[in-house]
């Protein structure tokens, strides 16, 4: 995120719906795969970006959607008030082996915000 428009964003942001997205992850809590990997697949910095940002839109009703990529894993959690999803459509394998990727071919694609007012 650019830094100057962080600052802005109390003031442009507050009571709306916010969704953002990154190709890194942003939470350490959404690691899944290879211990190895843990500490060069995200970003804490993101992370902390992302917390400003979530404060300065206020609670908008919870809603404050951050879809991420870069592993390829399906994940759809909750942490501090903001709802972190990832819906990667892999390969072939990984779509088979039954424990990366929750898809179907009908249906490949995550619906990760709806306007419910």
């Given at each position: 995120l650019n830094g100057s428009l962080l600052a802005d964003a109390a003031t442009r942001l507050c009571?709306?719906?916010v969704v953002s997205y990154s190709h890194f992850l942003?939470?350490?809590?959404l690691h899944r795969g290879?211990?190895?990997?843990?500490?060069?697949?995200?970003?804490?910095?993101?992370g902390e970006q992302l917390?400003?940002?979530?404060?300065?839109?206020?609670?908008?009703?919870?809603e404050h959607v951050h879809v991420f990529g870069h592993t390829h894993f399906t994940i759809d959690r909750l942490i501090d008030g903001v709802?972190?999803?990832q819906h990667p459509l892999g390969?072939?394998?990984?779509?088979?082996?039954?424990?990366?990727?929750y898809t179907d071919e009908?249906?490949?694609?995550?619906?990760?915000?709806?306007?419910?007012?």
């Amino acid at each position: 995120l650019n830094g100057s428009l962080l600052a802005d964003a109390a003031t442009r942001l507050c009571g709306w719906p916010v969704v953002s997205y990154s190709h890194f992850l942003p939470h350490p809590a959404l690691h899944r795969g290879y211990d190895a990997l843990e500490h060069i697949e995200g970003s804490s910095f993101l992370g902390e970006q992302l917390g400003a940002l979530h404060a300065a839109a206020g609670d908008a009703a919870g809603e404050h959607v951050h879809v991420f990529g870069h592993t390829h894993f399906t994940i759809d959690r909750l942490i501090d008030g903001v709802r972190y999803v990832q819906h990667p459509l892999g390969n072939a394998k990984e779509r088979a082996n039954g424990w990366q990727i929750y898809t179907d071919e009908a249906r490949p694609y995550a619906l990760v915000w709806k306007r419910a007012r």
